[in-house]
């Protein structure tokens, strides 16, 4: 079955490019939505974008102009770069498949997440 | 952008008893509305999409159901395992958005 690890630094300092890599392992990053979704400590979920496997993309207006999602098909892998990092970017860092069209694009497929601590 | 208002925030319960969370919409959704189930220390587990259909190998003991823009999930008979974080998410439109959670606990 369709698996996702994220990885990343685990910490980046304030005003830095956070980066994250997502790959999916037991099944293709073809033909589905790709999405990353966050949850600062304590708190509730925020999703943060998708991206389909052709590349095209959808990012919440919230971070819009600091979010980029990219795929790369060869590596059945997806990113997240998230620039110009505060504090308030501080969370556990999931990635997800979805919005999944067999699922009414309720996000079907999670990983385990990976922490993300901004500070210098 | 459309906001998702859980209720309760938290809920105690005891072992065997029967619960329900709702979810409100801040405008018509239809039908797409599902629910998380999210144990401390792990990622949320999907367990009902399209406000009512079962996730596979969710047990019948979840279920949902709507009335217009309000949504509910009952949890029948309460086991140990059940007690957890549930939240609701719209996937009507973007941004996609979340319910604040409803925190379910051991009365």
């Known amino acids: 079955q369709v698996q996702l690890q994220e990885s990343g630094p685990g910490l980046v300092k304030p005003s830095e490019t956070l980066s994250l890599t997502c790959t999916v392992s037991?099944?293709?990053?073809?033909?589905?939505?790709w999405s990353w979704i966050r949850q600062p400590p304590g708190k509730g979920l925020e999703w943060v974008g998708y991206i389909y496997a052709s590349g095209s993309t959808n990012y919440n207006p919230s971070l819009k102009s600091r979010v980029t999602i990219s795929v790369d098909t060869s590596k059945n892998q997806f990113s997240l770069k998230l620039s110009s990092v505060t504090a308030a970017d501080t969370a556990m860092y999931y990635c997800?498949?979805?919005?999944?069209?067999?699922?009414?694009?309720?996000?079907?497929?999670w990983g385990q997440g990976t922490m993300i601590t901004v500070s210098s | 952008d459309i906001q998702m208002t859980q209720s309760p925030s938290s809920l105690s319960a005891s072992v065997g008893d029967r619960v329900t969370i709702t979810c409100r919409a801040s405008q018509s959704i239809s039908n797409y509305l599902n629910w998380y189930q999210q144990k401390p220390g792990k990622a949320p587990k999907l367990l009902i999409y399209g406000a009512s259909s079962l996730q596979s190998g969710v047990p019948s003991k979840f279920s949902g159901s709507t009335s217009g823009t309000d949504f509910t999930l009952t949890i029948s008979s309460l086991q140990p395992e059940d007690f957890a974080t549930y939240y609701c998410q719209q996937s009507y439109s973007t941004p996609y958005s979340f319910g604040q959670g409803t925190k379910l606990e051991i009365k």
């Open positions: 997800a498949r979805g919005p999944s069209g067999s699922y009414n694009y309720a996000f079907d497929i």
């Open positions: 037991g099944g293709s990053i073809s033909s589905s939505y």
